[in-house]
C-alpha cells in the first residue's frame, strides 16, 4: 500500500511543480513506485496460488495492454480540448489512492503448506497444515 500512496504523492507533486526540484522529485517518486511494482504480482500467487497465477495474470495483462492502448489516445483528446494535463494527473491520482486503499485492506491468507511425511496419516495423501490442524486432500 505504501507504494501505492508514493504513486499518489508523486503525481499530486507533478501537478504542482514549479520547478526542477519538484520534477526530479517526482521522478524519485515514480522510479519507486515502479520498483515496488513486481510484489503486486507476488500477491498474485500468494492469494491464489500458483494454480491460477498464468490466468490471472493473463487477464489482468489483457487490461494493462488495453490501457496502455488507450490511455495515450485519451490523454492527448483531452489535452486538445483543455490545454492542460491537470485532468489525466488528478485521475492518475486518484487511481492510485484507490489501489492504495485496496492493498491496505487486503488481509493475508491463510497459510497452507505440506506436514512432513511423519505427520501425515493415511499413506499415498498429501497432508495440508492450517494453522496447527491437519487435514487430508
Do not use: C
Request: no cysteine; net charge neutral.
Amino acid at each position: 500500500a505504501s507504494g501505492m500512496f508514493m504513486g499518489v504523492a508523486s503525481f499530486v507533486l507533478l501537478q504542482f511543480a514549479q520547478g526542477i526540484w519538484q520534477l526530479w522529485a517526482f521522478v524519485v517518486l515514480f522510479a519507486i513506485v515502479e520498483g515496488v511494482n513486481p510484489l503486486n504480482w507476488a500477491l498474485v500467487g500468494d492469494f491464489f496460488g500458483r494454480s491460477s497465477f498464468a490466468t490471472l495474470r493473463g487477464v489482468m495483462g489483457l487490461v494493462y495492454t488495453l490501457g496502455t492502448v488507450v490511455a495515450p489516445v485519451a490523454t492527448g483528446l483531452l489535452y486538445d480540448e483543455t490545454g492542460s494535463y491537470a485532468l489525466v494527473l488528478w485521475a492518475l491520482a486518484v487511481i492510485y489512492g484507490l489501489g492504495a486503499a485496496a492493498f491496505a485492506l487486503l488481509r493475508a491468507p491463510q497459510q497452507m503448506y505440506r506436514a512432513p511425511a511423519a505427520a501425515r496419516d493415511t499413506p499415498g495423501k498429501v497432508a495440508l497444515v492450517e494453522q496447527g490442524s491437519r487435514s487430508h486432500d
